[in-house]
């Protein structure tokens, strides 16, 4: 089944140690997501690529970098972790298609905690 | 972006039909009604999303206001497995792309 995968599920890293998040997806879409959700919050959209195009949200801290090698791969790195940055991170993809409105396939996140 | 309201949490009782409202009074003409659910320990799920007309598929209804200012996502049978926050969104492709502005959501809770 074509899927969005999310590695690892569970990252450990310790405070200012920088941690790499990553996600494939087998959907040939060609918009990624990138979203943070901490305890008993709402997603909240961090940057996406739409194809090569990167767009950052205007509060996504300079901690936070992004990259996109292909169209099926997509990296989360985060340069040097704070406590504040233990989240669910979570990948998701869409087919873009001008004014149409798609919906968007979820990973199941990667839970990472700082130590 | 366009917001929303939706009651914090709601409570059915399993095998019985679900009504989760959500009010955006400040929609525009093009802004899309999307709802997603996000199940205990999962990533969001894509549920239904319409425009101006009712909408069906095998997950759920959407009925939407001939205002457009209120829809109701409903749930036919209600299973324990449906207990989830249910997320009502507006989605504006022309003018901000395909993103999702996740708001509060409602917690359902179902009884067996």
């Known amino acids: 089944d074509a899927m969005v995968i999310q590695n690892p599920r569970y990252q450990v890293t310790q405070f200012g140690k920088p941690v790499t998040l990553s996600c494939s997806q087998t959907?040939?879409?060609?918009?990624m997501y990138w979203y943070q959700q901490k305890s008993s919050q709402a997603p909240k959209l961090l940057f996406h690529?739409?194809?090569?195009?990167?767009?950052n949200e205007a509060d996504t801290p300079d901690n936070f970098q992004s990259r996109r090698p292909n169209t099926s791969f997509c990296f989360l790195d985060i340069r040097s972790p704070g406590l504040g940055d233990a989240a669910m991170y979570l990948c998701?993809?869409?087919?873009?298609?001008?004014?149409?409105?798609?919906?968007?396939?979820f990973g199941p996140g990667t839970r990472l905690t700082v130590l | 972006d366009a917001k929303t309201t939706q009651p914090n949490s709601m409570e059915s009782n399993e095998e019985e039909p679900v009504h989760l409202p959500c009010n955006h009074s400040t929609i525009s003409g093009t802004d899309y009604i999307h709802w997603y659910r996000q199940l205990p320990s999962q990533g969001p799920e894509y549920v239904i999303h319409g425009l101006t007309s009712n909408v069906n598929n095998r997950m759920a209804s959407l009925a939407i206001a001939e205002d457009r200012k209120s829809s109701t996502l409903i749930l036919h049978r209600a299973t324990l497995r449906d207990a989830a926050v249910y997320y009502c969104?507006?989605?504006?492709?022309?003018?901000?792309?395909?993103?999702?502005?996740f708001g509060a959501g409602t917690i359902l809770r179902v009884k067996s």
């Open positions: 969104i507006l989605l504006n492709p022309k003018e901000y792309g395909n993103k999702l502005v």
């Open positions: 959907l040939n879409h060609n918009v």
């Open positions: 690529y739409y194809d090569k195009d990167f767009n």
């Open positions: 998701a993809t869409s087919r873009q298609g001008g004014s149409l409105s798609n919906e968007q396939f």
